[in-house]
């Protein structure tokens, strides 16, 4: 991606493709073709093609190909970063949240929608 791009202002296909390039891109520096790539990544080649051309992927897929072209550093910035009050930090006790909540006592009901209004 260009460096003057914004990555928050692309649309969702836009970024595909982007992420297409990058594949691409980074598979020819490495002087791969199509054929030999999809083999090493246990992928089919038009799986790879459609890939390269923006058109989606598994996740599971993406992954693949981003070990074969050792490039798993992109997702380096997908660790949750926990924050931690001074307190846990002087106990050395590290946040560990396991589950969402619901707003409490702001407006919000559990009640069915098609309760009626009483």
């Known amino acids: 991606m260009s460096e003057n791009s914004d990555i928050w202002l692309l649309s969702d296909q836009a970024i595909l493709k982007e992420i297409g390039k990058f594949i691409k891109q980074t598979r020819i520096r490495q002087n791969v073709t199509q054929e030999q790539f999809s ?14 051309r923006g058109e989606g992927a598994s996740l599971l897929n993406f992954i693949k ?16 970063r926990e924050e931690m ?10 946040p560990t949240k396991l589950r969402a909540s619901s707003p409490r006592n702001k407006g919000y009901s559990r009640k069915n929608s ?4 009483w």
């Not at 083999?39 to 390269?52: D, V």
């Not at 190909?65 to 949750?80: E, G, M, Q, S």
């Open 39 to 52: 083999k090493k990544a246990a992928i089919s080649r038009s799986t790879l093609s459609l890939i390269e």
């Open 85 to 94: 009050s001074p307190i846990q930090l002087a106990k050395g006790i590290m």
């Open 65 to 80: 190909i981003l070990r074969t072209l050792d490039a798993l550093y992109v997702l380096k910035d997908l660790k949750l």
């Open 114 to 117: 098609d309760d009626p209004e």
